[in-house]
T-cell receptor, first 114, second 110 residues
Framework: NAGVMQNPRHLVRRRGQEARLRCSPM?????VYWYRQLPEEGLKFMVY????????ESGMPKERFSAEFPKEGPSILRIQQVVRGDSAAYFC????????????FGQGTRLTVV | DAKTTQPNSMESNEEEPVHLPCNHS???????IHWYRQLPSQGPEYVIH???SNVNNRMASLAIAEDRKSSTLILHRATLRDAAVYYC???????????FGSGTQLTVLP
């Protein structure tokens, strides 16, 4: 059973471009969480999704950021018109459900905005 | 979300046991106590979780206070690969997502 897969592992974008980060949860997991870790800082929650639904997006910046978890395919975190401050490691986690269950994390996507 | 308090850093000698404490005095009655760790340049890794009873797995043991206001993660024999930031996090009840605090940076000395 493969773990949580994130791709790409490294992504370089110029200011103003779009960044698309993908997360394939573990088999049988229908809950996905996205986190951002700025350099030398802690992990910050961004958004929690179940299949086709956003459950909690309280950590998402109000503009330029969006997330989806379609019925088929991976979860996508999309950042439009990237700025230098978006440079960070973005981690995705998945869990089977939201009660008495562990969450498993991917290795992250390291976004660099130049 | 329940607030947790952990020491900023701890040191241990290799091959010795390590006890990592966490205070979570405002934890809700339905939240489990989860522990994760993050090694340098890696994603967080699940370690263990429990509700009221002490728990053991191949990585560690979790001792939970009777009043659930604190817990201790026990690594029975620390290795150099256990050097990481360790986080205790209430999750799975009223807490619907993992909220990471600053954690405890564990240094293992050879």
């Amino acid at each position: 059973n493969a773990g949580v897969m994130q791709n790409p592992r490294h992504l370089v974008r110029r200011r103003g471009q779009e960044a698309r980060l993908r997360c394939s949860p573990m088999k049988g997991h229908s809950h996905v969480y996205w986190y951002r870790q700025l350099p030398e800082e802690g992990l910050k929650f961004m958004v929690y999704l179940q299949k086709e639904n956003i459950i909690d997006e309280s950590g998402m910046p109000k503009e330029r950021f969006s997330a989806e978890f379609p019925k088929e395919g991976p979860s996508i975190l999309r950042i439009q018109q990237v700025v230098r401050g978006d440079s960070a490691a973005y981690f995705c986690a998945s869990s089977r459900d939201s009660k008495n269950t562990e969450a498993f994390f991917g290795q992250g996507t390291r976004l660099t905005v130049v | 979300d329940a607030k947790t308090t952990q020491p900023n850093s701890m040191e241990s000698n290799e091959e010795e046991p390590v006890h990592l404490p966490c205070n979570h005095s405002t934890i809700s009655g339905t939240d489990y106590i989860h522990w994760y760790r993050q090694l340098p340049s890696q994603g967080p890794e699940y370690v263990i979780h429990g509700l009221t009873s002490n728990v053991n797995n191949r990585m560690a043991s979790l001792a939970i206070a009777e009043d659930r206001k604190s817990s201790t993660l026990i690594l029975h024999r620390a290795t150099l690969r256990d050097a990481a930031v360790y986080y205790c996090i209430p999750f799975g009840g009223s807490a619907r997502q993992l909220t990471f605090g600053s954690g405890t940076q564990l240094t293992v000395l050879p």
